[in-house]
C-alpha cells in the first residue's frame, strides 16, 4: 500500500464552485498533514497543514483530517481560475507526496 | 513563510560534464533537506534525505555515485550531477525541513536542467 494516495482524476469546477480533494495515507503514526499547490513548471508551494482532527480554514481553503478514518481532504471554496493547479497531499516524515489532483476551474 | 533559495533556476549543458545546484534556506536553520526529481507530467520523487553533518540517504534506484549531495551547513546543501547524460534532463527541487512542531517542508523554486 502506497504511503498516501489520491485517487481522483482531474477535477474540473465551474468558477465560484466549491472544489473538494481527498487524501488517504496509511501510516497510523502520521501526525501532520500538509497540502501544497503545484502550478505547471514551479515547485510546490505550502498551502495548509493541519495536525488534529477536525476542521482547519484559511480563507477560501479548509483542511479536514480524520485520523480514525486515515483522511485529509481540502476544500477550496469561490474556486478561482487562479486555482487551477495541481494539489499535491503530504504526510511528515519523509513527506511522502501523493501522485496530486489536478484542478481546472473554469470562468 | 519561510524562504528556500536555489541556484541556478536553469542550466543546461554538455553531456559528460558536471552541474552543481545549490539550495539555501534563507531565514532558518535546515538540519534535513530532501531533494526531488519531477519529469513533465509526472509526480515529484524523492531522490534523496540530506542531513547536515553526516551522508546523505538515497532513495532505491537513486545512484549515490552519480548524484553527489553534500549538506556543510544549516543551511546549504548542494546537489552535483556527475557525468550528465540527456536523461538526466530534469526539474530538481529541494526543500528544507524547518523543525517544529509540525516539520514543516518549504519547497525551492527548482532547477531545470537539460542536457544536449
Known amino acids: 500500500q502506497k504511503e498516501v494516495e489520491q485517487n481522483s482524476g482531474p477535477l474540473s469546477v465551474p468558477e465560484g464552485a466549491i472544489a473538494s480533494l481527498n487524501c488517504t495515507y496509511s501510516d497510523r503514526g502520521s501526525q501532520s498533514f500538509f497540502w501544497y499547490r503545484q502550478y505547471s513548471g514551479k515547485s510546490p508551494e505550502l498551502i495548509m497543514f493541519?495536525?488534529?482532527?477536525g476542521d482547519k480554514e484559511d480563507g477560501r481553503f479548509t483542511a479536514q483530517l480524520n485520523k480514525a478514518s486515515q483522511y485529509v481532504s481540502l476544500l477550496i471554496r469561490d474556486s478561482q481560475p487562479s486555482d487551477s493547479a495541481t494539489y499535491l497531499c503530504?504526510?511528515?516524515?519523509?513527506?511522502?507526496f501523493g501522485k496530486g489532483n489536478q484542478v481546472v476551474v473554469i470562468p | 513563510g519561510a524562504v528556500v533559495s536555489q541556484h541556478p533556476s536553469w542550466v543546461i549543458c554538455k553531456s559528460g560534464t558536471s552541474v552543481k545546484i545549490e539550495c539555501r534556506s534563507l531565514d532558518f536553520q535546515a538540519t534535513t533537506m530532501f531533494w526531488y526529481r519531477q519529469f513533465p507530467k509526472q509526480s515529484l520523487m524523492l531522490m534523496a534525505t540530506?542531513?547536515?553533518?553526516?551522508?546523505?540517504?538515497?532513495e532505491q534506484g537513486v545512484e549515490k555515485d552519480k548524484f553527489l549531495i553534500n549538506h556543510a551547513s544549516l543551511t546549504l546543501s548542494t546537489l552535483t550531477v556527475t557525468s550528465a547524460h540527456p536523461e538526466d534532463s530534469s526539474f530538481y527541487i529541494c526543500?528544507?525541513?524547518?523543525?517544529?512542531?509540525?516539520?514543516?517542508?518549504?519547497f525551492g523554486p527548482g532547477t531545470r536542467l537539460t542536457v544536449l
Open positions: 503530504a504526510v511528515t516524515g519523509r513527506l511522502a
Open positions: 540530506s542531513n547536515e553533518g553526516s551522508k546523505a540517504t538515497y
Open positions: 526543500s528544507a525541513r524547518w523543525q517544529s512542531s509540525t516539520d514543516t517542508q518549504y
Open positions: 493541519i495536525y488534529s482532527n
